[in-house]
C-alpha cells in the first residue's frame, strides 16, 4: 500500500527563525546528527516503504538536487518541483500535484522529527475512508499551537487557533494524507495555507477530516533551542532515524573532525568534518559544523556553531547560534539567545553579551 503512495515534502520556507543559519543553507539541509536534517526525514519514509518522493521547493531550491539527485544513492526516486514565487504549504501540495502516481498522498513538513509510523497513518486513513487524514500529536502545552479536537470516531471537528485555554491537548503534527483529487481542489498559482484556508474549508464543505493521534516522539526543530535538541536526540537515539552516521551515543564526531583527549563532549553533541575542539575545552548538547575550531578550556553549550567559526579560548557560550565564519576571541562570555551574523569578529577579552539582560 505504501509502495503507491507518494510521498510530497515541504522544503520551501525561509527558516527565518533560524537566522542566521538559514541564511546560507535551508533549514531541511543544515547538518543534524551529522547529515542534512532531511536525511533522517527520507530515511523514515523509505523505511515505511514509499519509494516516490516529490520535494516542493522555493527558498535555495538548487541545493536540494545538489545534494540528493535524482534520490538513488538513497533509495528513493527523487523530484523536484520549484516555485517561482513561495507558494505557502497548500500552494506547494497543489504546485506538485500533476507529478503524482497513486490515489493518495502523504505530505511532510521538511522541518519536523517525529516518531510516528508513517505506514499506520496511512492504514487509518483507509479504514477512516477519509480525504484527508492529519496526524495529530498530544503535546504537554498546548497553548502554543493551534488545537485540533476529533469527536469519537477520529473524526476533526475544528481547527482552533492558538488560546490559552485550548479544549484538547491535540495539535496538527505536520505530516497528512491527501487523497490525490482533494489536492486537485487547492486552488492553483497562488499562496494558499493548509492551516488557514485548507482544512478549515474543507470542513465546511463537509469532507471527511480524519485525526490520527499519537504521543510519539515529535519536535518542530524551527528554532535554534529546538534545533540544538533534535539533533542531540537523534545522536542520542531518542529521535527516531535510519540515518545516524554511526551508534547512537553521547556523542557523534565525524570523520576527519579531531577532539582531544582532554576535551569532553557530550549530550548528544556533534562534531563536523574538520572542526577541533582543543584541550579543556567543554562541549555539550551543542552542533559544530565543519571546520570550526573550538580553542582551549571554552565551554560551548546547547549552541550552534556554524562552518569554519572560531570560539576562542576559555569563552562560555550557552544557548548561542554562531553563524558561518564567526570569530569571538578569547575570554567573551555570550548567554541565551544570542545570534551572530556570518563574519562577525568579536574581539579577545570579555564581551559579556545576553539577549535576557
Ligand atoms: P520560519 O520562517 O522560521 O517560520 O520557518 P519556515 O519558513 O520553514 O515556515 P514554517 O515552519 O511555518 O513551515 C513549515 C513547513 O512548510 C517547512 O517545512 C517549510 O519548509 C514549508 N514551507 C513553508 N512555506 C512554504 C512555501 O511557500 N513553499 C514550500 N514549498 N514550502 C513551504
Not at 523505511?47 to 538548487?62: K, P, Q
Not at 469527536?151 to 484538547?168: H, Y
Not at 545522536?235 to 582532554?262: C, F, K, M, N, Q
Request: hydrophobic share 40%.
Amino acid at each position: 500500500m505504501a509502495a503507491n503512495t507518494d510521498a510530497i515534502v515541504l522544503v520551501g520556507g525561509k527558516g527565518t527563525r533560524l537566522r542566521p543559519l538559514t541564511l546560507t543553507a535551508p533549514k531541511p539541509m543544515l547538518p543534524t546528527a551529522g547529515v542534512p536534517f532531511l536525511t533522517h526525514l527520507l530515511s523514515r519514509i523509505k523505511a515505511a516503504g514509499m519509494r516516490h518522493v516529490v520535494l516542493g521547493t522555493s527558498y535555495r531550491a538548487e541545493v536540494f538536487a545538489e545534494y540528493f539527485g535524482d534520490g538513488t544513492q538513497f533509495g528513493l526516486e527523487m523530484e523536484y518541483v520549484v516555485e517561482t514565487e513561495p507558494l505557502d504549504t497548500a500552494g506547494a501540495i497543489r504546485n506538485v500535484a500533476d507529478r503524482l502516481r497513486g490515489e493518495d498522498a502523504m505530505v511532510f513538513n521538511g522541518d519536523i522529527l517525529s516518531g510516528t509510523d508513517p505506514a499506520a497513518l496511512l492504514n487509518a486513513h483507509h479504514d477512516a475512508a477519509a480525504d484527508v487524514t492529519l496526524h495529530l500529536v498530544k503535546v504537554a502545552d498546548p497553548s502554543r499551537f493551534g488545537s485540533v479536537p476529533t469527536d469519537a470516531s477520529g473524526r476533526v471537528t475544528a481547527f482552533l487557533e492558538k488560546t490559552p485555554n485550548p479544549p484538547t491537548d491535540q495539535v496538527n503534527a505536520g505530516c497528512y494524507v491527501f487523497r490525490r483529487d482533494v489536492i486537485e481542489s487547492i486552488p492553483a498559482g497562488r499562496p494558499v495555507s493548509v492551516e488557514r484556508e485548507t482544512f478549515p474549508g474543507l470542513l465546511e464543505s463537509g469532507a471527511t477530516l480524519h485525526g490520527f493521534v499519537d504521543s510519539s516522539y515529535w519536535l518542530d526543530v524551527g528554532t535554534p533551542a529546538a534545533f540544538v535538541r533534535g539533533s542531540a536526540d537523534l545522536v542520542r537515539g531518542i529521535a527516531p532515524t535510519h540515518a545516524l552516521p554511526g551508534s547512537p551515543g553521547e556523542r557523534l564526531v565525524l570523520d576527519g573532525a579531531s577532539v582531544a583527549p582532554e576535551a569532553t563532549v557530550d549530550g548528544g553533541s556533534s562534531v563536523g568534518a574538520s572542526a577541533s575542539i582543543a584541550a579543556g575545552a567543554r562541549v555539550s548538547g551543542s552542533v559544530v559544523f565543519e571546520g570550526a575550531r573550538i580553542e582551549r578550556d571554552a565551554v560551548v553549550e546547547d549552541s550552534v556553531i556554524g562552518r569554519d567559526a572560531r570560539v576562542g579560548a576559555g569563552t562560555v557560550l550557552r544557548g548561542v547560534v554562531l553563524g558561518d565564519d564567526v570569530d569571538v576571541g578569547a575570554g567573551c562570555e555570550l548567554l541565551e539567545g544570542a545570534r551572530l551574523w556570518p563574519g562577525v569578529v568579536l574581539p579577545d577579552g570579555g564581551v559579556r553579551f545576553s539577549t535576557d539582560v
